[in-house]
C-alpha cells in the first residue's frame, strides 16, 4: 500500500486527527485499526468503559470541593499532584520538555483514603503555559468543580 500524505496547509486538520480515548482519555492518534496506542483499547467500542469517568482540566490555583475527585465521597484529604513528575505522556507528546523552561504546575487533588490506597492521582495531561492539568475524574466530581466556578464567577462579579 502507498503512503498517502495529503499535503494540505491547513493545520486544524492535522491536529483534529488526535481523539480523546474513551478507555484512557489519552489524546491519541489512532492506529490504522483504530485502537489505541496507549491502552490498545478499541475506539470504535465503548465496551468496559466507565460511564461515571471523564477527563476534566483543572487549573492550578482552582478551588476544589471536598470531594474524592475518584469516587466523590466526601474527604478531607487532598494530594499533591505535580506537573514536573515528567508523566510519560507529557514527553510523549511534546518530545523535548525540558523543565528548567517552565513553571511548575502544582495542584492539591482531594482524594480518599480508600481511593488513595488503590493509586496515585495522575494527569492524562499537563499544560504548563496555561498552568492547568487534566485529569480523569468522577462525573459527580467534575460537576461539583463546575458548580463552584459558576459560584465563584457569580461572587467575583459581585466584589466591588
Ligand atoms: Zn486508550
Ligand atoms: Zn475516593
Same mark, same amino acid.
Request: charged letters at 25%; aromatic letters at 8%; proline letters at 5%.
Given at each position: 500500500?502507498?503512503?498517502?500524505?495529503?499535503?494540505?496547509?491547513?493545520?486544524?486538520?492535522?491536529?483534529?486527527?488526535?481523539?480523546?480515548?474513551?478507555?484512557?482519555?489519552?489524546?491519541?492518534?489512532?492506529?490504522?485499526?483504530?485502537? +489505541?496506542?496507549? =491502552?490498545?483499547?478499541?475506539?470504535?467500542?465503548? /465496551?468496559? !468503559?466507565?460511564?461515571?469517568?471523564?477527563?476534566?482540566?483543572?487549573?492550578?490555583?482552582?478551588?476544589?470541593?471536598?470531594? +474524592?475527585?475518584? =469516587?466523590?465521597?466526601?474527604?478531607?484529604?487532598? /494530594?499533591? !499532584?505535580?506537573g514536573d513528575q515528567e508523566s510519560i505522556l507529557s514527553k510523549f507528546l511534546t518530545g523535548n520538555l525540558s523543565p528548567?523552561?517552565?513553571?511548575?504546575?502544582?495542584?492539591?487533588?482531594?482524594?480518599?483514603?480508600l481511593c488513595a490506597e488503590i493509586e496515585d492521582p495522575e494527569p492524562v495531561e499537563v499544560?504548563?503555559?496555561?498552568?492547568?492539568?487534566?485529569?480523569?475524574?468522577?462525573?459527580?466530581?467534575?460537576?461539583?468543580?463546575?458548580?463552584?466556578?459558576?459560584?465563584?464567577?457569580?461572587?467575583?462579579?459581585?466584589?466591588?
Open positions: 500500500m502507498d503512503e498517502i500524505f495529503e499535503n494540505n496547509e491547513d493545520q486544524d486538520k492535522k491536529a483534529s486527527a488526535f481523539v480523546e480515548c474513551p478507555h484512557c482519555f489519552t489524546k491519541v492518534l489512532p492506529h490504522a485499526d483504530n485502537t +489505541c496506542p496507549a =491502552c490498545q483499547g478499541d475506539l470504535s467500542s465503548l /465496551v468496559g !468503559v466507565n460511564p461515571n469517568k471523564a477527563s476534566f482540566l483543572i487549573h492550578e490555583s482552582e478551588e476544589l470541593p471536598s470531594y +474524592c475527585y475518584s =469516587c466523590n465521597q466526601y474527604t478531607e484529604q487532598e /494530594v499533591r !499532584v505535580s528548567e523552561e517552565t513553571s511548575n504546575v502544582v495542584i492539591f487533588l482531594p482524594q480518599c483514603e499544560d504548563y503555559d496555561n498552568q492547568t492539568m487534566t485529569f480523569v475524574v468522577h462525573t459527580g466530581f467534575r460537576d461539583q468543580v463546575i458548580q463552584l466556578r459558576e459560584e465563584l464567577n457569580h461572587n467575583e462579579g459581585n466584589a466591588g
